[in-house]
């Protein structure tokens, strides 16, 4: 059983930034890919990040390319998303995500077994 906990949520001004953290229990977390979703009320969940096992595949949705970094420290069972230049449209719950999605699934949220309760970040304009 794997349990997730995002973390570091607030209020932040446009072109600030933030990190999120997503503190995992089991050491299941080291097998799987992680992600990070977003979803503002009456919208879609949104893709924004993953990355693989080992941390080294990567990828971004295209409208956070170049501002936010995704990253995972084995040893702490954490995975983080450090999230610079915020814009107001970024404002939303963050959802941190963990399983093993098919290839073509990474992106999707059915792709993953197991969620956070989510993490709210507000960016002011």
């Known amino acids: 059983q794997v349990q997730l906990v995002e973390s570091g949520g607030g209020l932040v001004q446009a072109g600030g930034s933030l990190r999120l953290s997503c503190a995992a229990s089991?050491?299941?977390?080291?097998?799987?890919?992680m992600a990070w979703f977003r979803q503002a009320p009456g919208k879609e969940r949104e893709f924004v990040a993953t990355?693989?096992?080992?941390?080294?595949?990567?990828y971004y949705a295209d409208s956070v390319k170049g501002r936010f970094t995704i990253s995972r420290d084995k040893d702490k069972n954490t995975v983080y998303l450090q999230m610079n230049s915020l814009k107001p449209e970024d404002t939303a719950i963050y959802y941190c995500?963990?399983?093993?999605?098919?290839?073509?699934?990474?992106?999707?949220?059915?792709?993953?077994?197991?969620w956070g309760q989510g993490t709210q970040v507000t960016v002011s304009s």
């Open positions: 990355v693989n096992w080992s941390g080294g595949s990567i």
């Open positions: 995500a963990g399983g093993q999605p098919r290839w073509d699934h990474l992106s999707r949220p059915d792709g993953y077994d197991y």
């Open positions: 089991g050491r299941t977390f080291n097998t799987y890919n």
